[in-house]
């Protein structure tokens, strides 16, 4: 007998995706990271995440 119908789907698929590193300095000078498997929770707090500069320096998570 198969029970798989009696679950929801949505329980064992998660959203994942692939989001890389970027980083970009105060010339406009940009460098890419290694991209880097996301699913669920992780990859929508690197969605979510705000793009932080420190002397100069910004870096933000670029998802697709």
Not at 17 to 30: F, H, K, R, S
């Amino acid at each position: 007998m198969f029970t798989l119908g009696l679950l929801p789907a949505c329980d064992f698929i998660e959203e994942c995706g692939t989001c890389e590193l970027v980083t970009e300095d105060a010339n406009g000078d940009v460098t890419y990271g290694t991209p880097l498997p996301f699913c669920g929770d992780q990859l929508q707090e690197k969605k979510d995440q705000s793009p932080v500069t420190v002397g100069g320096i910004t870096t933000y998570w670029n998802c697709y």
